[in-house]
């Protein structure tokens, strides 16, 4: 059984800086693309960053470049997600995706199979 479990999450006030990690478990992920989404109050959830399966390549929505950096260490099955910067419009649900058996990455949330069940950061103003 595939399973994805962040963590990190928390309150802030703006300015701050927070990690997220992903654990997987239950299959190989090493090789495979993963990424972070989210969704704000009231909002759609939309793509956050990706990383590729080698580790070489990464992507960031163009409302967190700069602050937001995405990292993997497949010897512990983890992906992180380290914020600086942190706004109250960054407040929402992370969640953790993985694209099984891809290397490449994917800004779309339809093609990742895998998501955790997300978790909370708030950021204060």
């Known amino acids: 059984q595939v399973q994805l479990v962040e963590s990190g999450g928390g309150l802030v006030q703006a300015g701050a800086s927070l990690r997220l990690s992903c654990a997987a478990s239950?299959?190989?992920?090493?090789?495979?693309?993963m990424g972070w989404f989210r969704q704000g109050p009231g909002k759609e959830r939309e793509f956050v960053a990706a990383?590729?399966?080698?580790?070489?390549?990464?992507m960031y929505a163009d409302s967190v470049k700069g602050r937001f950096s995405i990292s993997r260490d497949d010897a512990k099955s983890t992906v992180s997600l380290q914020m600086n910067s942190l706004t109250p419009e960054d407040t929402a649900v992370y969640y953790c995706?993985?694209?099984?058996?891809?290397?490449?990455?994917?800004?779309?949330?339809?093609?990742?199979?895998?998501w955790g069940q997300g978790t909370q950061v708030t950021v204060s103003s």
């Open positions: 990383i590729s399966g080698s580790g070489a390549n990464t």
């Open positions: 995706v993985a694209r099984l058996g891809f290397r490449g990455s994917s800004y779309y949330s339809r093609d990742h199979k895998y």
């Open positions: 239950g299959r190989t992920f090493s090789s495979s693309a």
